[in-house]
């Protein structure tokens, strides 16, 4: 503390930090902080041994009072230990920070503040949560605290959702509107947290993508994504694996997200592994590109072929071919017919999964990879850019000019 009365000291302050410090000790002079320095081994002592010995409520009491006692060193301890003390003196201190003291409920916002800085998910969500009650006595930082807390709760639950085996991915096509960078999550068969670990997903306030790519999940597992209020698209391929999906947990859903723009379902959960492009004007489903380890890479589609007819039934675009393959399961064979370089081609494909092949789930993401930096405090999101898969073949005829489709 006796450095901040050196002025070359605040040039390296960020702005919050400096404001916080100066207001930390109302009337405390350069003086009083040389006169402290003699006493900071000692402190640094008690702390040591706090960190070590359980803390009983009266001793907590006793601390929360010498917040705002009249000598600088009695305040400086009892703010240092009940720092030490950590989750167990957490309701005395968030009270505090609620004091009309100035001086307590100073001391007491700058120890939620390095607790909600460290420690585990739960023990600075709890700190931050307690911070932003302390609207009367500090709104700056009550404000601060409540935009840190959804992002502290975001990133438990996208590490909770990772450990159980989701993906999620920047998703750049979502609507310019929204604050924050967009989310995707995809939930595939690799998924372990059953129904019960769903429940996270109300905590990624980023979230505009929710793809449940043959995972194994009920029904109600489904339902938590009503819960999920900034969602703009669900896609449910293969979900549940048996009995499809129910129409009261779709209606669910839709009544509890009025604005949700776009469910799509495929109930097989079959993959043919294209990006296609659809050509109205001439009613064909172009294929654009076709990636590598696929079901179409394997059967020999090529990019610039037009898919007409999938087991006798004629697709006219690429929307109609999307709703034919949806009607397959992983591993079903099924002979298509292809236009290419004006020869009509009858190719025996055998089906993937959706899910099954990591390149491509990245691919149908729609995006890279995010890098999360902390910077003041604030959580940005950076989109990493990675190598997208390249088609096999060179087009065999001219591309249209529509906007690519995703993954099929």
Known sequence: MRNLCNMTAWR?????????IAAWSP???CA??????????????????LETRSVDAAQVAE???DLDAQRFNHRQRAEANLQAA???ALAAVSAAARDAALE???RAVRILLVWSESGAPDERIAALQELAKATETHPTEAAFAHEQFAAVREAAALETLAAHGAVHNFDQFAPATHRYAPLQIMIGPRWTGGDEAL???ADVRRLRTLSFHRAPVTNEGLRYAAKIGSLDRLELYGTPSSGGVSPEVLSEIRTALPELADIEIRPGGAQLGIQGDSAPARNVAYVYAVFPNTAAARAGIQRGDIITDVEGTQVTDFKSLTAEIAKYQPGDSVTMTIQRNGQELKLPVTFDGWG???????ASMRGATPRIIINGGQRIVIPAPQPQPQPQQQPQQPAPAQPKQQAR
Do not use: K
């Open 32 to 49: 009083d902080a040389d006169a402290a320095g003699d006493d900071s081994a000692e402190i640094a002592q008690q702390i040591a041994e």
């Open 27 to 29: 009337g405390r002079s």
């Open 356 to 362: 099954d092949n990591e390149t491509l789930t990245e």
């Open 12 to 20: 390296t302050i960020p702005w919050l930090a400096a404001a916080l």
């Open 63 to 65: 601390w929360i009072e």
């Open 86 to 88: 950590g989750p167990a």
């Open 199 to 201: 429940a996270a997903l």
């Open 104 to 106: 307590r409920s100073t």
